[in-house]
């Protein structure tokens, strides 16, 4: 049987440190579905299927990386993938509060699905979403935070 996991996200857009999760987690797992949240109560920079094919240039189009939209409980989703892995990181203590009551309440959910808890690489743990698309908004440069195909799809939008 091959080991699964599930990875979710607003992915507004994908990171480095996604990035780094996700390449991480595939030492141990065989194949890792990158979900991608479309119900999230952010107001969302790119459509999810721009979203889509950035995690999949991001991940190079690894074949053991399967991008998928959701938009229930990611405890419903997982369950009608066969997946019993949910894949989070923890970049700082102050991620941490929130991913232990989401863990715990996921387990409540669904107690068969397990939480396993990454540390991502020091060089990515500053970075989020929404710190990129600031950046971008106010023409920065966002080389090193981002793969090179979202860095362009971040200046398309914004030179819009
Ligand atoms: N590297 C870089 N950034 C990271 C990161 C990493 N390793 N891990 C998280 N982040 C960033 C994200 O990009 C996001 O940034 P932003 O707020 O600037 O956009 C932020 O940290 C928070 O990430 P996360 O907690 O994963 O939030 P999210 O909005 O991306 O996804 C869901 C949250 C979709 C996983 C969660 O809301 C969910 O499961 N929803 C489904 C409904 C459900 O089941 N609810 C019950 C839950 S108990």
Redesign the pocket.
């Known amino acids: 049987m091959p080991r699964l996991a599930l990875y979710?996200?607003?992915?507004?857009p994908i990171?480095?440190?996604?990035a780094?999760?996700i390449r991480r987690s595939l030492s141990f797992v065989d194949q890792i579905v990158v979900?991608v949240?479309t119900?999230?109560a952010?107001q969302p920079l790119f459509t999810t299927a721009e979203r889509t094919a950035m995690i999949h240039a991001a991940l190079e189009h690894d074949p053991r990386v399967e991008v998928r939209e959701?938009d229930?409980?990611?405890?419903?989703f997982a369950k009608a993938a066969g997946i019993r892995m949910i894949i989070?990181?923890l970049?700082a203590v102050s991620?941490f509060e929130?991913?232990y009551?989401?863990a715990l309440?996921?387990r409540h959910?669904a107690p068969e699905l397990e939480t396993v808890f990454?540390v991502?690489s020091l060089d990515?743990?500053y970075?989020?979403?929404?710190?990129?698309?600031e950046i971008a908004k106010f023409g920065g440069d966002v080389t090193g935070l981002v793969h090179a195909d979202t860095a362009a799809a971040l200046r398309k939008k914004f030179a819009r």
């Open positions: 979710a996200g607003s992915f507004d990171t480095n440190g996604h780094d999760l979900a949240a119900n999230v952010k959701f229930g409980l990611l405890v419903d989070r990181g970049r991620d929130y991913e009551q989401m309440m996921n959910l990454m991502p990515t743990t970075i989020s979403s929404s710190l990129v698309r």
